[in-house]
């Protein structure tokens, strides 16, 4: 265990208890509670904030209840996003700080000796911020914490957290403000040029009668910030549907532990990160085998008997679509012109075309697709993992119908509605770490030492081969790391 505070304040433990009596009492009142109470009000660094929040969850054991392990890997995530986002509005300097968080993490799980290291730095930090006389009295109260409480006192670091982004969200809105209306005025020359440029391409509007590319308006559900956020739900939904931590879930170890090395995790398991890391191979496994399943249906022959025509308008309107832009584009190709009509028709016969399906698309639970793709998965995953809680099992049809209509609909339909193209990119075991591409749990100064572990959402974008100017992020791939390893077989450090 790890000695609470400094070595060179050991010796106040020795000093008279009664002193700090008060302090060690959770029903009680003393002055000395006012004192950290008024202490923990007064924090104003976010150094001290961060400092504190590993030392709450040292306290904190966490090695044999799963629940505790998850939520300590959701929260240092968490705060590790925040400092980012401080970073990003100019709020901290660097990112020293959500490498702390990260280090702690990675320490705790995998070197005891520079976990205990970097908590007595943090406790050199805190009482250098106030606590010089008290620390050991924390040390001791946050022992015999409760966990509920525990909570409560991150919760409230969280909340301190979030009025530092609050503000420096509003000091970030003056700054920008000032600039813009400095450049305002240093650009009043450009104002008549601007008003000529507006009005040419009014007049391009209208000779070309309107027809662009289609731009899609803030309540139309192709809008790429409607589009984003129902991809961001569909994680969500993809991380409850494949939950394998806790008590309401029984593990098949050996075809798990097969479905690790089919997708190359080094992961050791079972253990508590290989139970992390399958539930995230799960997401792929379901995202691939919808898209599997789709793919074929939407290739199939279309059909020419009336009785099932019904069934297959999907199938019919996408190869009706693919067709018709083929031809267009040839027709744009090999029949000479200057007009602009015929350029952008084959982009305008995507845009409208998968926009119809992703608003209507097998809205039907009964269609034959979205049954046998929900019957598939469901009988998949019971080789990996049974429900034994009825409640949760109850609920993984429902679910599994929502995944596999939201699935479809995004990744078959809704990323060709944009302007250019949108596709969609996994990255396997072992690739290189690329934070542009890439979120996960690792810092910018990790990239070099860890690689992937396993890639649980794709990335989606416009991709052309290696060319990175022509590349361009809509949204990033969700991947577990690890660390790298040197061709000896020692891990990198």
Sequence with gaps: MA??????????KMMNQSQFQGTYQIHTFDFYDWKLFMWFASLKQIQHVVHLFIIIWDATPIENDMDLAIEFNDETSK????????????AVDDLKFSKVIDNYRDYRYNNPALKNK???????????SGLHDFSHAVSEQLDVCSNPQKLSLRQMIFSRMKSFNILATQMSKVK????????LKENEKLKNQILALKKENSQQQAALGNI??????????????????DIEELQDLLSD????????????????????????????YPSMKGRVVLGAVLQRYVITTILKEAELYLKSTPSSEDHAIDISLECDIVNATENLIRYTELFKDNRKGEDEFTKITPDRIRQQSYSALGCRGFSNDEHPLIKGTVDKL?????????????????????????????VINIFCFRLKTQSLKLKHQFFEAGHDVDARLMQGSFGRDDSKRVEVEVCAFPCI??????????????????????????????IDK
Excluded at 212 to 229: E, F, G, M, Q
Excluded at 385 to 391: A, I, L, S, T, Y
Aim: proline residues 2%.
């Design 79 to 90: 705060m590790v996003e925040i400092i980012e986002e401080l970073n990003s509005l100019g």
């Design 241 to 268: 549907f494949t939950m394998v931590q806790g008590g309401d879930y029984k593990i098949n170890d050996m075809t798990s532990e097969n479905l690790l090395k089919d997708y190359k995790c080094q992961v050791e």
């Design 461 to 490: 974008g416009v991709f052309n081969g290696d060319d990175r100017s022509n590349q361009s992020v809509f949204t990033k791939a969700q991947v577990i790391t690890r660390p790298k390893r040197s061709n000896s077989g020692n």
């Design 212 to 229: 662009t590319n289609v731009s899609w308006n803030y309540d139309d559900p192709n809008n790429a910030a409607k589009l984003i956020s």
């Design 3 to 12: 000695e609470k505070g400094p070595k060179s304040h050991t010796n106040n």
């Design 176 to 183: 920008e403000t000032s600039g813009t209306n400095s450049l």
């Design 118 to 128: 970097l908590i007595n730095s943090a406790w050199k930090s805190l009482e250098a």
């Design 378 to 406: 469901l009988n998949e995953l019971d080789k990996f993992r049974q429900v034994v809680d009825k409640e949760t099992n109850d609920e993984l049809h429902d679910q599994a119908i929502k995944i596999t209509r939201s």
